[in-house]
Nanobody, 127 residues
Framework: QVQFVESGGGLVQPGGSLKLTCATS????????IGWFRQAPGKEREGVSC????????FYSDSVKGRFTISRDNAKDTVYLQMNSLKPEDTAVYYC????????????????????WGQGTQVTVTV
């Protein structure tokens, strides 16, 4: 059973940075486009970024574009999300998952396309 594990969350002040990690114990990650999502209390889960399985091309939502960078290291079965210039509105639980329906990311795609969700990692941005 493939499952991803997110880590790297924490408490940070506005303007600060965090680097999230999405890892799996199998080599399955390299075959999928991988998405990062977040869910704030009382809100729906939203996609923030996606990285293609092959060429590493990426998509970012407007809310994070220019501040977040997604990358992957298939040799380590790991995907990263570097988050800079964090804002209080970035506060959420962050999840990664595999897109089982496509290998490229013209956009983040729909939640139903994704599987192998991890437990999430909490990111809190506050003064």
């Amino acid at each position: 059973q493939v499952q991803f594990v997110e880590s790297g969350g924490g408490l940070v002040q506005p303007g600060g940075s965090l680097k999230l990690t999405c890892a799996t114990s199998t080599s399955a990650l390299q075959y999928y486009a991988i998405g990062w999502f977040r869910q704030a209390p009382g809100k729906e889960r939203e996609g923030v970024s996606c990285i293609s399985s092959s060429d590493g091309s990426a998509f970012y939502s407007d809310s994070v574009k220019g501040r977040f960078t997604i990358s992957r290291d298939n040799a380590k079965d790991t995907v990263y999300l570097q988050m800079n210039s964090l804002k209080p509105e970035d506060t959420a639980v962050y999840y990664c998952a595999a897109n089982l329906m496509r290998r490229r990311c013209p956009d983040v795609g729909q939640l139903y396309e994704y599987d192998y969700w991890g437990q999430g990692t909490q990111v809190t941005v506050t003064v």
